[in-house]
C-alpha cells in the first residue's frame, strides 16, 4: 500500500517506521523538516494514495482531514487520537458527513490490542458465574521530562487527553456494550484534577479510572508484584516514578464477587529486558490459588496494521469516531478545570 503519513513527529514516526517494516511504501508530510513533503497539498498524485494517517497535534487534525478530503473525497483515514478538540466535535461529524464516500478511523491501539483480548477473554471466562464488582484501570507516566523536551501538550482534554482514550478501550473490552454506553453516559461520582474518575451507579460495577503525568502511583498493591526489575518495583512500592524514568505504570484490574482478581498488567520486565514494551502478563489470583501467563505483540504496531486492513475493506462511508468518549472525556476536561478554578 501507498500510505501518507501526515505530522512526522513522535507517533507519526513510529506509524511509518512499522509501516516500512511491514513492506509499505510510506510518503511523510511535516513542515519542521526531514520530511518529504511540508504539507498535505503538495502529496503528488491523491489518487495514488491507498490510506492517510493524521499523527499532527490535536490542533491540526481537523484542518489536515479537511485537506486530505478535498484532494480526495474517498480517502481512507485513519485519524490519531483525540480525534479533534471538544469544541470541534460537531465540525469533525459535519466534515465527515460531507465527505459521505471517505472512511474514517481514529486510532485505537488497545482496541486492537492481542493483550487486551485475551485479558477480556479470561474476565468473560471467569465472570460468567461470579460477577464483576469492580474495576480499576491505572496508566501512570512521569511525562516532565517529554514536556521539558517541547513534546505536544493537550491544552484542551488536559490529564484526559493523553491516556483516558486507551483506558476507555480496555474498559469497552471487559463491560458488555449496553454497560459501557450507561457507563459513559453516568456522571462520575468523583473526578479529581491528578485524575481519578470514580463512577458509582445501579447496573455498574463500581468503577475507577486512574492517570498521573506526574508519575504519582494511585494503586502499587493492584500490579506492583508482577514487575520483575526490583528498581521498578522500588519505584511503584514508593508510588513515585522519578523525573527522567521512562517505566509506565499500566494495567487493568477487575475484582469479581468472589475477590478473586484478574490482572493485565503491560510491560511487566520493564528494566529487566530490552524487549519489554512487548511483553505483557495477566494475573489471576484468589485466596487459594494464583496464576499467571505472558503475552508477547507489539500492540502499536498489530492494532496499525489490523486498522489498515480494515480501512482498506471499509465500505463508502465508514466512520470510526468514537464521538461519546470523546464527549465523555471533554466533560472530565472540564470538571478538572473547574475543580481547579474553585480551589485557586
Ligand atoms: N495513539 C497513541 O497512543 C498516541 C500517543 C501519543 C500521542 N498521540 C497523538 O498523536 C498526535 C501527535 O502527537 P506526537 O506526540 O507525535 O506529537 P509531536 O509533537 O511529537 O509530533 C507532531 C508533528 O506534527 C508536525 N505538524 C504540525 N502541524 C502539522 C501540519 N499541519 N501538517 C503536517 N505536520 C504537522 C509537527 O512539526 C511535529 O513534527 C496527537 O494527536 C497526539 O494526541 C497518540
Redesign the pocket.
Known sequence: MRVVV????????RHATYLREAGHEVVT????GG?DH???SRVPDPARVDAWI?????A??L??LGEILRRRPDARVLL???ACYPTEIADLARLVRRHPRSRTVV?D?YGHSGAVRRFAESVRLHGGADPIRKVTVEFTKNRELDVAN???V?TQYGEA??EY??MLSLLRSILPADLYGTYLRTVPAQVTPEMRVKTSAENLPEIELYASSTGVIGHPELAGFAFSDPAAKRHITRSLIPYGENLRYRFADVELMSGKHITLVFEVHYGADAEYKNKHAVHIRDAVSWRHFLISGNH?KEALLLQLDLLGRAMEGTALLRLPEHRFLAGLGWATSTVLCHSL
Open positions: 501526515v505530522g512526522n513527529g513522535t507517533i507519526g514516526s508530510v511535516d513542515p519542521a520530511a511540508d504539507r498535505t493524521v499523527a499532527t497535534p490535536t491540526a487534525h484542518p489536515v490519531e487520537k483525540p486510532n491501539i517541547g513534546r505536544f493537550d487527553g493523553y482514550f486507551h502499536f
